[in-house]
Structure formats: structure tokens, C-alpha cells
RNA sequence: GUGGGUGUAGCUCAGCUGGUUAGAGCGCCAGGUUGUGGUCCUGGAAGCCGGGGGUUCGAGUCCCCUCACCCACCCCA
């Protein structure tokens, strides 16, 4: 075989396709049903439009290169310039709050690995426009419908919040410096994968207070986490308490949270984040769009995917068609090419054999197919109007009038 | 960028210390005679054993190089 697809892009083989679009209508669906619209953008944009605030270095994460015309351009890594931009555009005619969503593709190039390729679909989520923790409790909320709506509960699953404030002042309150933050909440996101994470901490911070975080680390102290109460308060009222996990330990690697943050885990093995998502209410004006708050997650197929085979829970493809016509001999091809048409035209999905007219080999090809339903057409009843309709499943058989077939 | 692993049929793999024409299961295709399927039986197609070089009378098997893929680290918008 000479070619192949791209290392880190997919192709979807129609199992693959099915699996894929069950999981996006489950996204449409629990987006929409909380009032979500959807919205889309260019798959290829500027390359400054990403470059501009995650620095020139992320070029080497990108696909980028310069079209016909000379500009420099970059397959879209992420949604959020777009979405700034979008808004930004009509911000002043949008009613607030915005509550978007989109299901696009995105590319990066890195190095594929186990839940990460090079292309894959993300479902996003935001709402722009908000500042009350209802707005972090609601997207919390969606993304655990969609989990829950593909099979996934509470045991399976675990949603992992913390608050940029509250790590903040927790910091501060044992003097760690502001140009210190960083590192530390770079140390602090480490410490729930890698035990070495701990060392490091002490190395930096001293003893005492390594000691203090580790603590926190261990047990979340909620009594001081006032900048949480009213969003986990609010999830409670949404019913998605039991997913919950305050965990000082989730930090996210980005620097643009300002208020909750939050990770979907698989509770079992060792699978990367499921979705991410949290506050950022300077993040819209810092891409050059209006100076409004916002918040939203990312939830991508790749891992998605991964979890839903371990558990067993994959979609199956459905069924090609409902009905399967199987001509009873060469001369009944063009009647049974005739009770098709008459099938489609009326909605219900169907097939039959090209050729071939032997009614076993037909029979077995319906079964293969998933066909529900099988219509016989021979020369008898044919004569009179009627056709035979089978139930592959008891096997029993009735004549039906041609004008009632449906 | 760093480290590790694996390459044999469409898929999952077997091929013992080098030995004739490279195998199995699943899948696919075709048959098992007239207008009735799922099971079963028979047969078939399909592999440059990732590629190149070397050792040898002889290489899927040993050695060297190379490529591809996978996994982990880094990063994760």
C-alpha cells in the first residue's frame, strides 16, 4: 500500500463515522438543550491572530504556511481568537449573555500520541457576557449532560474544580511571591501525576510551607474557599454535585484563568483530561475583542473515544437500512427497482440487490445489513399488486398491497 | 527535542535453537441446484515476512543501516 493518512489524522471508516456522530449529536444536543447556539468560523485564519498572544513560539505547534497570496496562515489550533474576534465584531449587538457553542476541527502539529493527534474535534463551549457563578455552574453542568447522556456516571467519570483566586490568596497567604506564582502553580498542577512534583515544591518553597500546600493538596480546604461556594452551590441545583471533586491540585496549565477551573477525568485508568474549562474574563479583550467576561470548556473526541471503548459503551453503527427487496427471479429486478423507489419516496430507507436474484444469498445480505425488514417480490404476488413483507427477526410473513407498502 | 518498544494476509497473531512451496483464527468472495436468511460444511482470493545491505550452501529467523508506526517524557491553547 502506497499511501496512507498523515501521522496523527484519522480516517473514519463507517463504524468510525458512526461512533463520531453519535458523539457529536450527543454534543449538539445537551448544547442546545441548555440554550447554546451554534457558530462556526474559518478552519484556516492569520497566523497573528494566534501568534499574537500565545507568543511566535506556538508557530512550531502549528500548520502554518503562506498561501498564493503571499499571507501567512495557520489551520485554526484552537477556537478562542476566532470566537474574540467574532464577538468583538458585533459585540455591541449581541444580546448578553452570549451563550455560543461549535464543534470544530482542529489541527496541531505535535507529536501523536495515546489521546492526541494531530487533527481532531473539539466541542466547545462558552458563554460571554457573565460574571455570576451560575454562568461556571451551567457549563459545568452541560458537559457532564453530554458524559451522562453517552453512558458515562459519576463512577466513571470525576470532574476535578478548583478557583484561580482561591490558589492565588492561598499563596499569598503563606508569602509566596507574585513572579513566584507561576512556577509554584506549574509544580502544584504536577503533583497529582508525578511524586517527584513534591520534592520540587520543598526545593523552592522550604519545608514548612511545601508542607502547607501538600496538606491542601491532600484535603481540599473548602472552609476557606469562599470563591467556590455559590458555583458548587449552584451545580447542586443542577444536579451534577455527585461528579464533583474540589481538588487544589487542578490548576491548568494556561495563564489566562481568572476565577473556576475545572478537569473531566476518567476515574479509572490513567487517560488524559476528558475536558477542561474555566473562567477567563480578560482572555476576549486580550485577542482584541470587547472587555467581556467570559467563561467556557473543551471537551475533544480523541480521548473521549478512548474511554467510551474501555467501558464498552461505543455507539454502534446503526442499521443501513430499515428494509431490504429482494427480487424472486431475473424478470422480478425492475418490480423490485419499482417497490424502492416507491420506499424512499415515502421515507423509509432501503436497498437491494444490483443483480444477483437468489433469495437466500439476498436474505443473508439483508440480515448482514441490519435490515429490519425484508420485501419479497415475486412473479405471483406481483401479478396481483401485492408483495410479501418478512420480519427478519420472527421470521414471519404476510402479503401486503402494493399502495400499502410503507 | 529526549528515551523506550514494535514491524509476518484487511484485522488479531503463530512461525522452536537458520532448513524445502510462510501458517491459524476472524473477515472477505464463491459454492452446498427450483421462491426464504442468521448455524454448519467445502472451496477461493489475498503477504516483495517494512526497506536496503551483509553473514551463510541456505535468512521471516542472525548482524548492520534505514524507514514507518506505537508508547512515555516535554507541551497541552
Given at each position: 500500500m502506497r499511501f496512507r493518512a498523515l501521522p496523527g489524522f484519522r480516517d473514519f471508516y463507517p463504524e468510525q463515522m458512526a461512533v463520531r456522530r453519535t458523539i457529536e449529536a450527543v454534543w449538539h444536543q445537551a448544547s442546545r438543550r441548555a440554550g447554546f447556539q451554534e457558530f462556526d468560523g474559518p478552519v484556516l485564519e492569520s497566523l497573528e491572530l494566534f501568534t499574537s498572544k500565545s507568543g511566535p513560539e506556538i508557530e512550531t505547534q502549528l500548520y502554518a504556511f503562506s498561501d498564493k497570496g503571499e499571507r501567512r496562515v495557520a489551520l485554526r489550533p484552537e477556537m478562542t481568537p476566532t470566537l474574540a474576534r467574532m464577538?468583538?465584531?458585533?459585540?455591541?449587538?449581541?444580546?448578553?449573555?452570549?451563550?455560543?457553542?461549535?464543534?470544530?476541527?482542529?489541527?496541531?502539529?505535535?507529536?501523536?500520541?495515546?489521546?492526541?493527534?494531530?487533527?481532531?474535534?473539539?466541542?466547545?463551549?462558552?458563554?460571554?457576557?457573565?460574571?455570576?457563578?451560575?454562568?461556571?455552574?451551567?457549563?459545568?453542568?452541560?458537559?457532564?449532560?453530554?458524559?451522562?447522556?453517552?453512558?458515562?456516571?459519576?463512577?466513571?467519570?470525576?470532574?476535578?474544580?478548583?478557583?484561580?483566586?482561591?490558589?492565588?490568596?492561598?499563596?499569598?497567604?503563606?508569602?509566596?511571591?507574585?513572579?513566584?506564582?507561576?512556577?509554584?502553580?506549574?509544580?502544584?498542577?504536577?503533583?497529582a501525576r508525578d511524586p517527584a512534583a513534591a520534592k520540587r515544591l520543598e526545593e523552592r518553597l522550604g519545608e514548612k510551607r511545601a508542607r502547607e500546600i501538600l496538606g491542601w493538596c491532600e484535603r481540599m480546604p473548602l472552609g476557606r474557599a469562599e470563591e467556590l461556594e455559590s458555583v458548587l452551590e449552584a451545580c447542586r441545583d443542577y444536579g451534577v454535585e455527585a461528579y464533583l471533586e474540589p481538588d487544589f491540585k487542578t490548576v491548568r496549565g494556561l495563564a489566562y484563568y481568572t476565577g473556576p477551573v475545572w478537569e473531566i477525568f476518567d476515574r479509572g485508568t490513567q487517560l488524559r483530561a476528558i475536558a477542561g474549562g474555566g473562567r477567563y474574563d480578560e482572555l476576549i479583550a486580550a485577542f482584541g475583542g470587547p472587555d467581556l467576561p467570559a467563561l467556557g470548556f473543551g471537551m475533544g473526541d480523541v480521548v473521549l473515544r478512548e474511554l467510551l471503548q474501555e467501558k464498552g459503551l461505543e455507539p454502534e453503527a446503526p442499521p443501513r437500512v430499515e428494509v431490504f427487496v429482494v427480487p424472486i427471479g431475473p424478470e422480478m429486478l425492475g418490480p423490485a427497482r419499482q417497490v424502492l423507489a416507491r420506499l424512499r419516496e415515502r421515507g423509509v430507507s432501503a436497498d437491494a440487490p444490483y443483480g444477483g436474484t437468489k433469495v437466500g444469498k439476498a436474505l443473508k445480505a439483508a440480515d448482514l445489513i441490519g435490515a429490519r425488514r425484508a420485501v419479497l417480490v415475486g412473479p405471483e404476488e406481483w401479478a396481483e399488486g401485492a408483495v410479501r413483507v418478512k420480519d427478519l427477526a420472527s421470521g414471519q410473513e404476510q402479503s401486503v398491497r402494493l399502495e400499502d407498502l410503507e
Open positions: 464577538v468583538g465584531a458585533r459585540a455591541g449587538g449581541l444580546p448578553k449573555p452570549i451563550k455560543w457553542y461549535c464543534v470544530p476541527q482542529f489541527f496541531r502539529y505535535e507529536r501523536p500520541q495515546r489521546g492526541r493527534g494531530r487533527e481532531f474535534l473539539q466541542w466547545n463551549v462558552d458563554v460571554i457576557g457573565a460574571s455570576e457563578p451560575a454562568a461556571d455552574a451551567e457549563v459545568m453542568a452541560v458537559a457532564i449532560d453530554a458524559l451522562r447522556m453517552l453512558g458515562l456516571g459519576e463512577q466513571d467519570v470525576v470532574m476535578r474544580v478548583n478557583d484561580r483566586r482561591f490558589l492565588r490568596r492561598m499563596l499569598q497567604s503563606i508569602d509566596v511571591e507574585e513572579r513566584e506564582e507561576p512556577e509554584v502553580l506549574g509544580i502544584i498542577d504536577k503533583l
